[in-house]
């Protein structure tokens, strides 16, 4: 499982949550442009996808400006977390505007959440677990606090399985990361070091590059 550990992170030890936190306060004022629109088909792709019962209990982690915010029904209950006070700022900013009560915010760092374990029906990290310092720890902790039975969601982009891209994305990502994300997490490193088997796999955005994985914690 150590070696596991290893591989999900990231080469440069410039990756810490600090460096992240300092990366997306410059990002915030600028973040909706760059990656709102041209991600929205994901996020939509997500929530359409998503079983959100009366009442679920959701959580988002890295809710960053809150653009999944207006997405979600009235009928559940959503709890996003940052590591970013300034994204946190927008997302507030956002939900106050749009009058979004089912929503609620909080800073904590997504590898050590201080929830209990199985409180929410949905944990759904979007575009989020490529930016962490230890994908498989978020991932591990993602998996504790869902409820047996409910769904283990990232909407990602994960490493390509074809070896030249592999390789361009491996050297491309110690550059990547000072704008925020990384280009070489395996999606097979990620889930067998959090115990998670996908019931599902969809391609999305354009180009599709990105995929929507569904997992559902087993619930015995």
């Known amino acids: ?5 290893a591989q ?18 410059r990002l915030s004022h600028v973040y909706d442009m760059i990656f709102g629109l041209a991600l929205q088909p994901g996020r939509m792709a997500a ?4 079983r959100i019962d009366t009442d679920a209990n959701i959580l988002e982690v890295g809710v960053g400006t809150g653009l999944n915010a207006p997405l979600y029904p009235r009928h559940c209950c959503v709890t996003g977390i940052d590591i970013s006070r300034a994204m946190l700022k927008k997302a507030h900013e956002r939900i106050t505007k749009r009058r979004i009560p089912h929503v609620r915010l909080v800073k904590m760092d997504a590898a050590r959440l201080t929830f209990a374990d199985n ?7 979007p575009y989020t677990i490529s930016v962490v310092p230890d994908p498989v720890q978020v991932a591990r902790e993602m998996r504790r606090v869902c409820k047996p039975g409910g769904q283990v969601i990232f909407l990602n982009h994960f490493r390509s399985p074809d070896a030249l891209i592999a390789g361009l994305e491996r050297a491309a990502s110690p550059f990547t990361v ?3 994300f990384r280009l070489d997490l395996e999606l097979s490193t990620l889930l067998a070091g959090a115990d998670l088997t996908p019931t599902s796999i969809h391609p999305t955005n354009f180009p599709p590059i990105w995929q929507l994985v569904i997992c559902h914690k087993d619930a015995s």
């Open 8 to 25: 999900s992170r990231v080469d440069s030890p410039i990756v810490t949550n600090r460096f992240v936190d300092n990366v997306y306060d």
């Open 47 to 50: 929530l359409q996808r998503m």
């Open 1 to 5: 499982m150590t070696s596991t550990v």
């Open 178 to 180: 000072h704008v925020g």
């Open 119 to 125: 409180s929410f029906d949905i944990v759904y990290a």
